[in-house]
């Protein structure tokens, strides 16, 4: 009875800290087990950035830095969308701020496809986005909340 009134007392403490440390960046699908990993340790740089005081240039940078961590491009793609979601619905940017950083985080994922991307999507960005078949609506639906169609 005692051992049980334990195991039940540890449950509760690791679900307390477990939801404390919950982020509002939700995670894409990873193709690997070790883009899991990256993408955990990028998630915690990304929530620890103060995105009321960063700057188009700073959010490149970020981006920059850490886009390459991930091998699949499109999971990276959905993981920086979201961070910018995650910022505009903690009230710290507004839209018009989001919409230029999803526009950065697009820019340097086309380059990574070997395109240069900006506007509308085009075919090539759309193809892509479309064989990251577990990603692929979140993904669109990000990218029109922030303006790119």
């Known amino acids: 009875m005692r051992l049980a009134a334990f195991v039940m007392l540890c449950c509760i ?4 800290c477990v939801s404390d440390s919950t982020s509002c960046i939700e995670p894409p699908l990873y193709s690997s087990t070790t ?3 990256t993408g955990g340790r990028i998630t915690i740089d990304l929530e620890r950035i103060d995105a009321k005081a960063i700057t188009t240039i700073g959010w490149s940078e970020v981006v920059t830095r850490n886009f390459a961590q991930l091998s699949d491009e499109n999971a990276a793609l959905l993981l920086f969308l ?4 995650c910022y505009l619905s903690r009230g710290d940017i507004g839209m018009e701020v989001a919409k230029s950083m999803a526009e950065s985080v697009r820019e340097i994922w086309s ?20 064989r ?8 669109f639906v990000r990218l029109k909340q922030f303006g790119i169609k």
């Open 13 to 16: 403490i690791q679900c307390a």
């Open 111 to 130: 380059a990574r496809l070997g395109l240069k991307g900006s506007g509308q999507l085009v075919p090539l960005e759309r193809e892509s986005i479309e």
């Open 82 to 85: 979201n961070a910018i979601d």
């Open 35 to 37: 883009d899991s990993d």
């Open 132 to 139: 990251s078949a577990g990603n692929a609506d979140r993904i």
